[in-house]
């Protein structure tokens, strides 16, 4: 035993004859109960800086050697906190103090929205602060080991049990160490040694690390300049996916077509599937026996004749009657579609006092003389209440002077129960206190006395 510390204290000396700096003590145990055994008895000794090697997991070594559980999960959960919160302030930040923008409505700062993004930064977060707390912990990386220098050592992957104390303990010294560790009856104990090798980075490896980065960053300035600097040939692209398949696009040049356009005129005498409409009361608001009289494009907003006079809609032939059933389900739709898409203007009582039109008169009377806005005119006023259903339906799907057309983001049906709604909005708008019932009427005046 004491002939392999001598021969290891030996092989420490470097050329100069400079003697190397004791690291610690290695001892080898036989099998994992006496490596358990004597981790209990160093534990025991007071000693804090040892450790204990084995090539596989001995069960309660852990709770022998006095191992404390590790920090690394509170690293983990600080660092998903850090996370959440840096997202909830990112999303905030930018949508609802930067750049405040109205998205179909929504708020500008929404939890459940921010819900997904602010998961994926705790979990980002988490996931660096679970490697990097694991490598500081474990003081990695560490470019070498002192106990791979110790040629016993060899066997902690294939059946050697090793109990090793460091140098650095307290409670080490030089001779009570060793015969302590031979006192715990190992196969061996040897020194372990600092290595005394010249660690300096050899000069040479200076300009060659200094050549390296110089050649690796000419691709990035290359790539960085070809990005912002404008070319007339295209990119080179070693994968091309899909980028220049053979594919139609709007307002653009092709030539699968000999007349060179992308975008195909619709052929003489066809329709394309389902836009076959030839229910003109539904599709159009107008009389089918009238309606091939009529010349679809005096339908449109501000229409003029051929002599250039205005065209007057109410002597189109309008129907009368809704061409649909009319039930409180179709009342309950066209209060909603109402108040999605006209009550903004309109209101929702149909006064003509929505928010944009109430934003608009703000606007204007602060600035006086800039703006042309005109009050939307109320759908209970005579002239709308004579206008047939037909031509309401018109008006919503065509638009009325500066009023667009929703034809495109209405369905048809909606349009109807839009024209139903709006004719019971008439109804109590434009009514008297003759029409309410008598008993009713009473409780009325009753509650207006009180």
Request: hydrophobic share 40%; with cysteine; glycine share 6%.
């Amino acid at each position: 035993m004491s002939t392999a510390v001598e021969q290891t204290d030996s092989q420490a000396d470097d050329c100069t004859g400079k003697q190397a700096a004791l690291a610690g003590y290695v001892a080898e145990f036989p099998n994992p109960s006496a490596l358990k055994q004597a981790a209990g008895q160093t534990r025991e000794a007071g000693f804090k800086e040892f450790d204990c090697y084995a090539p596989f997991p001995v069960h309660g070594i852990d709770d022998v050697m006095g191992i404390k559980m590790t920090r690394l999960p509170y690293i983990v959960l600080a660092c998903a906190f850090t996370g959440a919160i840096t997202a909830v302030a990112l999303q905030y930040f930018t949508n609802a103090f930067d750049y405040k923008y109205i998205i179909s409505g929504k708020p500008f700062f929404s939890i459940p929205a921010d819900v997904p993004i602010t998961f994926e930064l705790a979990v980002l977060f988490s996931a660096f602060g679970s490697l990097l707390g694991m490598l500081a912990l474990n003081k990695l990386p560490k470019f070498y080991n002192r106990l791979f220098m110790i040629d016993p050592f060899l066997k902690a992957t294939t059946n050697g049990f090793f109990l090793a104390i460091e140098a650095k303990d307290p409670k080490f010294h030089e001779n009570d160490t060793r015969e302590f560790l031979n006192s715990l009856k190992p196969i061996e104990v040897v020194a372990c040694m600092e290595p005394n090798e010249n660690v300096k980075i050899p000069k040479i490896f200076l300009p060659i690390a200094a050549c390296i980065l110089i050649f690796g960053l000419v691709p990035l300035v290359v790539i960085a300049r070809m990005r912002v600097t404008p070319q007339t040939t295209p990119r080179i692209e070693i994968v091309h996916d899909m980028d220049f398949q053979p594919k139609l696009k709007t307002q653009r040049f092709s030539n699968m077509f000999a007349d060179g356009r992308g975008m195909r005129p619709r052929i003489p005498g066809t329709l394309a599937r389902g836009d076959l409409r030839h229910d003109t009361a539904f599709y159009e608001g107008l009389i089918p026996e009238q309606a091939d009289k009529v010349n679809r494009e005096h339908l449109l907003p501000n229409a003029k004749k051929e002599d250039g006079t205005s065209v007057s809609l109410d002597k189109m032939p309008w129907v009368s009657q809704i061409p649909v059933p009319v039930d409180e389900k179709l009342m309950a739709r066209g209060q909603e579609r109402f108040n999605i898409y006209c009550s903004v203007c309109h209101g929702l009582s149909g006064k003509g006092d929505g928010i944009i039109t109430q934003r608009a008169m703000k606007l204007q009377a602060a600035n006086p003389g800039v703006g042309t806005w005109l009050l939307p005119t109320p759908l209970y006023s005579e002239p709308v209440r004579k206008q047939k259903v037909g031509q309401l339906f018109n008006t919503i799907t065509h638009g009325v002077r500066k009023m667009p057309g929703y034809g495109s983001q209405i369905p048809v049906k909606d349009r109807w129960a839009i024209v139903l709604y709006l004719r019971a909005l008439q109804e109590s708008g434009s009514g008297s206190i003759e029409d309410v019932p008598a008993e009713i009427r009473e409780k009325l005046n009753a509650e207006a006395k009180e």
